[in-house]
């Protein structure tokens, strides 16, 4: 779990990290480990047009990208046709999200 005082903002969202070598490394390339579309699950993006924030715990990794899922069915139904959710990007900001922050 990430530490409260080990922390980094990118897009509007702050991250939370185990260490400050994970915090460097992410901010050596912010892009390469954020989740895609803000960690919002993008089942949910495709079909309902809402911003609700994955889980780490339903991750799944698509083009080396990492997507979140609020559920394990969501993911299995990204995986089938990912790119019918990764084609459509949505224009997301972090204070429109519904959910946590990422730890």
Avoid: M, W
């Avoid at 299995?76 to 204070?95: N, V």
């Amino acid at each position: 779990p990430g530490q409260e005082k080990i922390t980094a903002d990118h897009r509007g969202v702050r991250y939370l990290f185990a260490s400050e070598t994970d915090r460097a490394a992410f901010l050596k390339d912010p892009s390469r480990y954020a989740p895609q579309d803000l960690g919002c699950d993008p089942v949910i993006l495709t079909k309902d047009q809402k911003a609700v924030t994955g889980s780490i715990r339903f991750g799944a990794f698509f083009d080396n990208r990492l997507y979140l899922f609020t559920t394990a069915a969501n993911r299995d139904q990204f995986k089938s046709k990912p790119l019918q959710f990764t084609e459509i990007r949505s224009a997301l900001r972090a204070e429109n999200i519904e959910g946590a922050s990422f730890q």
